[in-house]
């Protein structure tokens, strides 16, 4: 009975610290997610809050262009955002996303094209300015479903995000 008083205590102090402490975060910010184990490199990063203080919605939109294949991936996340102190966050997400891919590869192998669906999740830190610069370290475990080898599997993926608040 102890234990379940002290829990009730914790969730209750834990709830309210993080009302208390909350952050207000910008309606919208735009910018670049750099980086990647995926292989996409850079994304088109947009970020919209959503559903109170400290929920948002980020779309990312990447892309790949090279000699070995071509492709597209838009991956949506609702992340909920709690404040450190000042203006560092940190934030968790979970989301889905789609994309497309081309092979290039013309040899003795038969590789396909199609399309690809995955599901992630996502926790970071960011640090967000007093002017409208929104700076962010993120770790995002996607898991493909595909018929290609390259899209159907694990794929961790860190970034630093580069935003523009508006």
Known sequence: MKKLVLLAAFTFGAVFFSQTNAQTISENA????????????????????????????????????????????????????????????????????????????????????????LIAGD??????????LLLSLDFRPEIGFSDYRDHDDFSPDIALGIRYQF
């Open 30 to 117: 735009i910018g670049l997610r750099i980086g990647g184990g995926n292989s996409y490199g850079a994304e088109v990063s947009y970020q919209r809050a959503i559903g109170g203080d400290n929920n948002r919605l980020e779309l990312d939109l990447g892309w790949r262009n090279d000699s070995n294949y071509d492709a597209i991936k838009l991956v949506g996340l609702y992340q909920w955002v709690w404040n450190i102190e000042g203006g560092f966050n940190w934030y968790v997400g979970a989301g889905a996303g789609l994309g497309s891919y081309d092979d290039n590869r013309r040899d003795d192998i038969d590789y396909d094209d199609g399309l690809f669906a």
């Open 123 to 132: 926790i970071g830190l960011e640090y967000n300015f007093d002017f409208p």
